[in-house]
């Protein structure tokens, strides 16, 4: 029994998928970079408070407790754990589209 042949995209067609392919990549490149430099910015606020919460752990100043407690107004957003876990997971992750 003879399957027919789906005729193939002609170089015309490859090229536009190839450019449409690009230019979704180029968009995930750029939320990708969003969230590294946003991921960056999170681990870089938590060094800065744990290098406070072990300076005022060992100066016997101030405890750490009313030291974060004072800091808790500084407007920093807390770490979004669902929104890493997928990240993590590669659900935003964008799906192959063969032509």
């Known amino acids: 029994?003879?399957?027919?042949?789906e005729p193939s995209p002609s170089l015309g067609q490859?090229?536009?998928?190839l450019r449409k392919e690009l230019s979704e990549m180029q968009i995930?490149?750029?939320?990708?970079?969003?969230?590294?430099?946003h991921l960056h910015s999170v681990l870089e606020e938590l060094r800065a408070d744990s290098a406070h919460w072990e300076d005022?752990?060992?100066s016997g100043?101030?405890?750490p407790i009313r030291a974060r407690a004072g800091s808790e107004g500084r407007g920093c957003q807390p770490v979004c754990s669902r929104g890493l876990a997928q990240l993590l997971r590669g659900?935003?992750?964008?799906?192959?589209?063969?032509?």
């Open 1 to 5: 029994m003879k399957i027919a042949e």
């Open 14 to 17: 490859t090229l536009e998928w």
């Open 28 to 37: 995930q490149d750029q939320s990708l970079l969003l969230t590294l430099r």
């Open 56 to 58: 005022a752990r060992s």
């Open 61 to 63: 100043g101030t405890s």
């Open 91 to 99: 659900e935003d992750s964008r799906r192959s589209s063969l032509p």
